[in-house]
């Protein structure tokens, strides 16, 4: 079966820090793979897609970048952390078009 | 982009009651998802659907692909306390960028004892 893990589960970082946060699935091959950002609890907000390695489309002009440097793993970065990149990061996949996403459990990103 | 209005936002109900909620949309969709998120976890797949006019379950869950595909509802009968969380839907238009998904911005249900 397939799995999705996502780390750290929750992160500290001061202001001004970058940041790394990685995605990888298991058990699928060539899944697009998505960072979607919460915040507040309430209301997914779609970053950054990918429908193959190197593939990467942005949904919205940011502070942050994504890269899928292997089939199954996808990373969203900074080079500088700003106050309001606070919030809960989720990563998903899916099998492709009309396929339902599954989501990783999340990261928790405060920035300080 | 596609609008999903989802309602209601918030729900307060007793143990033991039903529950509903529904979204809407001015579009069509192919596929409408049912998500339920636990705090501090990502969201679980509920139930999909494919069809107009599909009634689906899963347990207590009961959902529906609107017939004219622009809505969808869910229903809980017999809420119990691990029932509480935020339930979102999720409208599909395949061939829509980012696999033509739409997410609504969810209805957190609170059980009171």
């Known amino acids: 079966s397939q799995t999705i893990h996502q780390w750290p589960a929750t992160l500290v970082q001061p202001v001004g820090s970058p940041l790394s946060l990685e995605c990888t699935v298991e058990g699928t091959s060539n899944p697009n793979l998505y960072w979607y950002r919460q915040a507040a609890g309430r209301g997914l907000q779609l970053l950054f897609y990918?429908?193959?390695?190197?593939?990467i489309s942005s949904e919205v002009p940011q502070n942050l970048s994504a890269s899928r440097p292997q089939d199954r793993q996808f990373i969203l970065s900074s080079k500088k952390l700003l106050l309001s990149d606070s919030g809960f990061y989720l990563c998903?996949?899916?099998?492709?078009?009309?396929?339902?996403?599954?989501f990783g459990n999340g990261t928790r990103l405060t920035v300080t | 982009g596609q609008q999903l209005n989802q309602s209601p936002q918030s729900m307060f109900i007793q143990e033991g009651e039903d529950v509903s909620m529904n979204c809407t949309s001015s579009s069509i969709f192919n596929t409408w998802l049912w998500y339920k998120q636990d705090p501090g976890e990502g969201p679980v797949l509920l139930i999909a659907?494919?069809?107009?006019?599909e009634l689906t379950s899963n347990g207590r869950l009961t959902a529906q692909f609107g017939i004219t595909r622009k809505d969808s509802f869910l229903n809980i009968s017999a809420s119990i306390p691990s029932d509480v969380g935020i339930y979102f839907c999720?409208?599909?238009?395949?061939?829509?960028?980012?696999?033509?998904?739409?997410f609504g911005k969810g209805t957190h249900l609170i059980i009171q004892p």
């Open positions: 999720a409208g599909q238009l395949t061939g829509g960028g980012a696999d033509g998904l739409t």
């Open positions: 998903a996949w899916s099998a492709g078009v009309g396929s339902p996403l599954h």
């Open positions: 990918s429908v193959g390695i190197g593939q």
């Open positions: 659907l494919y069809k107009a006019g």
